[in-house]
Protein backbone atom coordinates (compact mmCIF):
# COMPACT_ATOMS: atom_id res chain seq x y z
CA UNK A 1 0.00 0.00 0.00
CA UNK A 2 1.24 3.39 -1.06
CA UNK A 3 0.89 6.47 0.78
CA UNK A 4 0.57 9.63 -2.00
CA UNK A 5 0.89 12.83 -1.17
CA UNK A 6 -2.46 14.96 -1.37
CA UNK A 7 -2.84 17.47 -4.18
CA UNK A 8 -3.14 20.99 -3.37
CA UNK A 9 -6.39 20.99 -4.66
CA UNK A 10 -7.18 17.56 -2.39
CA UNK A 11 -5.63 19.03 0.60
CA UNK A 12 -7.56 19.79 3.66
CA UNK A 13 -5.20 21.74 5.95
CA UNK A 14 -2.60 24.17 5.03
CA UNK A 15 -0.07 25.88 6.91
CA UNK A 16 -0.18 29.76 6.78
CA UNK A 17 2.49 30.09 4.03
CA UNK A 18 0.84 27.34 1.93
CA UNK A 19 -2.41 29.63 2.45
CA UNK A 20 -0.68 32.73 1.41
CA UNK A 21 0.66 30.91 -1.89
CA UNK A 22 -3.37 29.19 -2.74
CA UNK A 23 -4.71 32.81 -1.92
CA UNK A 24 -1.79 34.44 -3.97
CA UNK A 25 -0.62 36.58 -1.11
CA UNK A 26 1.98 37.24 0.96
CA UNK A 27 2.35 35.67 3.66
CA UNK A 28 2.99 38.31 6.15
CA UNK A 29 -0.70 39.09 4.76
CA UNK A 30 -2.27 35.90 5.59
CA UNK A 31 -0.30 36.22 9.29
CA UNK A 32 -2.45 39.70 9.54
CA UNK A 33 -5.46 38.63 8.30
CA UNK A 34 -5.35 36.10 10.98
CA UNK A 35 -4.16 38.34 13.66
CA UNK A 36 -7.07 40.41 12.81
CA UNK A 37 -9.72 37.53 12.78
CA UNK A 38 -10.35 37.62 9.11
CA UNK A 39 -8.94 34.43 7.76
CA UNK A 40 -9.85 31.28 10.46
CA UNK A 41 -7.42 28.76 12.02
CA UNK A 42 -7.53 25.71 13.88
CA UNK A 43 -4.75 24.26 15.93
CA UNK A 44 -3.03 20.91 16.31
CA UNK A 45 -0.94 21.07 19.07
CA UNK A 46 1.64 23.94 18.50
CA UNK A 47 0.66 24.33 14.84
CA UNK A 48 -1.63 26.39 13.38
CA UNK A 49 -3.20 25.25 10.26
CA UNK A 50 -5.82 27.42 7.81
CA UNK A 51 -9.15 24.48 6.52
CA UNK A 52 -9.92 24.58 3.21
CA UNK A 53 -13.25 25.78 4.12
CA UNK A 54 -11.84 28.71 6.33
CA UNK A 55 -9.53 29.58 2.97
CA UNK A 56 -13.41 29.90 0.87
CA UNK A 57 -14.82 31.91 4.10
CA UNK A 58 -12.36 33.87 3.28
CA UNK A 59 -12.56 34.69 -0.46
CA UNK A 60 -16.59 34.92 0.15
CA UNK A 61 -15.62 37.63 2.32
CA UNK A 62 -13.57 39.67 0.52
CA UNK A 63 -15.82 38.96 -2.66
CA UNK A 64 -18.34 40.86 -0.02
CA UNK A 65 -16.22 43.62 0.96
CA UNK A 66 -15.36 43.99 -2.64
CA UNK A 67 -19.63 44.22 -3.57
CA UNK A 68 -20.17 46.65 -0.55
CA UNK A 69 -17.72 48.90 -1.64
CA UNK A 70 -18.80 49.10 -5.62
Do not use: D, F, N
Amino acid sequence: MSTALAAPAEQLLYRPEEAAVVLRIGRSMVYEEIRLGRLQTVRIGRRRLVPLEYVAKYVELLKREAEAAA
